[in-house]
């Protein structure tokens, strides 16, 4: 049975593959996960093919795939790049999944299906331009606007996560092969690495706010990531000048972020005032594969 709203969505992640079936108001029909098989490509996309079958046998329909994924297919070879999940790298992934699936699909950035789902049904919502960013073992970011990912000539719309952090050139090494990139000061990994050199024990990102307010080298670190953050989200303002700014991944669970990085982005954005909002998300560990459905506009599946 063919349900002409039905909309598949698929997050390929790098130890999980989820998949849901949405219904033309949003809702979860049906959502099923399955583990990726770990440095096998062949068998990653026959898990995520099977994974389509399944949710939508759980939903009674066949529908649009949108598929979201780490990295992204480079417009001048056609095969994946910048992938953490290495098996995809070099790989024609859209088309090999395409053939598996008997669809056509559409792939996206993890990332920009996380900002998808915050323009379309999260805390972007209403908001006409939505600059949606990661923070988490990466960093990273998409740009929706009027509910719609924006995709450039060189699909690299939103990568923010490797350009040089502002006001830094202590030459940390970023495994793209440059030095100082955003990421490098602003992942989980990142605040861990700093709360080491600064004389902390190894501890993770994660324990580390779990400190906040006990431990003073923990408060000094967060608030130094809060200025670093303020400072790298005000680039994004003075040229893209976003209505809001989402947060996502584990940093983004930092309450004093929204609370400190809008009194001192101000400093750097080439303005008498600023009215972009910073909210933190609203879909969760949801927003991949919710936007990765939403993918396929209502407009295109009715």
Not at 110 to 118: G, I, K, N, S
Not at 276 to 301: H, K, M, Y
């Amino acid at each position: 049975m063919t349900h002409p709203a039905l909309r598949i969505g698929i997050d390929l992640g790098g130890t999980k593959i989820e998949g849901v079936a949405l219904d033309s108001g949003g809702q979860i029909l049906a959502r099923k996960r399955r583990p990726t098989p770990a440095g096998d490509y062949k068998g990653t996309v026959q898990a995520v093919a099977a994974l389509v079958e399944e949710v939508e046998d759980l939903a009674g329909g066949r529908g649009t795939v949108g598929i979201g994924t780490p990295g992204s297919i480079s417009p001048f070879t056609g095969v994946m790049r910048n992938s953490n999940s290495v098996a995809l790298n070099g790989r024609a992934l859209d088309r090999d999944l395409e053939s598996a699936i008997g669809r056509e699909i559409r792939l996206a950035n993890d990332a920009d299906c996380f900002t998808l789902a915050e323009a379309v049904s999260g805390a972007g919502r209403g908001f006409n331009s939505v600059f949606g960013v990661i923070l988490g073992t990466g960093v990273g970011g998409g740009l929706a606007v009027q509910g719609a990912v924006q995709v450039g000539p060189n699909r690299v719309t939103g990568e923010w996560g490797h350009n040089p952090q502002p006001g830094e050139t202590g030459l940390r090494p970023c495994y793209c092969g440059r030095f100082d990139c955003v990421e490098r000061y602003l992942s989980g990994p990142a605040v861990a690495d700093e709360y080491h050199l600064e004389g902390g024990d190894k501890l993770a990102a994660e324990e580390i706010m779990g400190r906040l307010g006990e431990d003073d080298l923990a408060d000094m670190v967060v608030d130094r990531y809060a200025t670093r953050l303020a400072r790298a989200l005000a680039v994004v303002v003075n040229i893209l000048d976003p209505e809001i700014v989402v947060l996502g991944g584990g940093l983004s669970n930092l309450d004093l972020l929204y609370r400190v990085v809008p009194g001192r982005w101000q400093e750097w954005i080439f303005s008498d005032g600023v009215a972009t909002r910073l909210a933190g998300n609203e879909q969760g560990d949801s927003g991949g594969v919710i936007g990765a459905a939403w993918l396929w506009p209502l407009s295109e599946t009715a």
